[in-house]
């Protein structure tokens, strides 16, 4: 069987860099209002970035060269911040997504005012598994953490992690040195496809010395535990900005009235997305997406933009066909990278998250926490 593409012409082999799209920043803001400072800076780290994106110890080189200078949230920065997240996320995602929770943790240390460890790379691990629970005890002037760790990316590449372990029944968060004999990591599988070198593996610790980050409940309860989840969202709309990006290449044929739909469609939904992200940025900034409001803030950003990114993926796929899928190497990772870092979105879990949220502020004195106009 022969494949075709869209206008009905046979595929035949292409290189895979045949259509590399021109790395260049993926903005949120209009790009007028955008100082010379802040395009000089994402300029500055597109240059650095690795070329291999399969490249992990280059990557987390690179996130520890620049991981200090990272615009914190808020304080006026957010969207150079998410800006430069997408950005990397357009050029790469398997490179964003070591960067990402590399910055993340500093972010994290910084909102609790202490310092990171001079040197170290990092990881954020807090997602629960049926079947995993990792305790925490004090003993003397560290804590001890014992048990299991499930879903803790890049932890053989990099040298601490912000860790959430349970004290008692509430949920601290701890900096643990993953150098250390007491921490090992397991040998569980990683079939993916997608983000198939940033591998997630699970901790299995021994009485592993540790240091808490914040008082015990601290780290979910804080207002960046929100606003970080909207940053990854900009990792996936700068990969959703690159495929749009091949979308305006169609391979040196007339584009057809339904490759032009596509790219109109897909136009607008980027539009949409980035606009429900400026906004989110701007809220942050502004100090007005604290608690409830800042949940509903990054949680309907974070469901705009994974929406957006699913109907861009189908769009150009349909749009292009099957041959740069099998014959563009950079395409093909870049769509199964996305598909599978969206999966960090629940879905529809995620909006009924939302909901529910609307709903018990709804029926409380204190009335909802975000209205249909898209006001924070």
Do not use: N
Request: hydrophobic share 45%.
């Amino acid at each position: 069987m022969t494949l075709t593409s869209p206008g009905g012409a046979p595929t035949g082999p292409t290189r895979s860099d045949e259509h590399m799209e021109p790395t260049a920043p993926v903005l949120l803001r209009p790009a007028d209002t955008v100082g010379d400072d802040d395009t000089a800076y994402l300029d500055r780290l597109l240059a650095d970035a690795p070329a291999d994106d399969r490249d992990l110890e280059a990557h987390v080189a690179f996130a520890h060269r620049h991981g200090a200078g990272f615009p914190l949230p808020g304080a006026g920065r957010t969207a150079l911040r998410w800006e430069a997240l997408a950005s990397l996320g357009a050029h790469g995602l398997q490179l964003a997504r070591t960067v990402e929770p590399h910055t993340d943790a500093l972010a994290v240390l910084a909102e609790a005012d202490q310092q990171a460890v001079a040197g170290a790379t990092w990881g954020v691990y807090a997602a629960e598994a049926p079947g995993a629970r990792l305790d925490a005890t004090p003993t003397g002037d560290h804590w001890s953490l014992t048990g299991d760790k499930a879903w803790c990316s890049l932890a053989d590449h990099v040298t601490h992690a912000l860790v959430t372990a349970w004290a008692g029944e509430t949920r601290g968060l701890f900096q643990v040195d993953l150098r250390q004999s007491s921490v090992v990591t397991d040998e569980a599988p990683w079939v993916s496809r997608g983000l198939a070198d940033v591998r997630s593996t699970g901790l299995r610790c021994d009485a592993a010395v540790a240091y808490p980050v914040g008082a015990p409940g601290w780290y979910l309860e804080r207002d960046g535990f929100a606003h970080g989840g909207a940053g990854v969202a900009a990792v996936w709309y700068g990969a959703a900005v690159a495929l749009s990006r091949r979308l305006a290449q169609p391979g040196g044929r007339e584009p057809d009235q339904v490759l032009l739909m596509h790219r109109g469609a897909v136009e607008a939904d980027l539009h949409a997305a980035r606009t429900v992200l400026a906004d989110a940025a701007d809220a942050i900034d502004r100090g007005i997406a604290g608690g409830p409001a800042g949940v509903l803030v990054a949680g309907r950003a974070r469901l705009v933009v994974a929406d957006c990114c699913e109907r861009v993926l189908t769009r150009v796929e349909h749009a292009l066909g099957p041959q740069p899928l099998v014959a563009e190497e950079r395409h093909a990772a870049r769509v199964a990278d996305l598909r599978t870092y969206l999966r960090q979105h629940h879905a529809e879990r995620d909006a009924a998250a939302l909901g529910r949220l609307l709903t018990t502020a709804a029926a409380s004195s204190t009335g909802t926490p975000g209205t249909g106009d898209g006001a924070p």
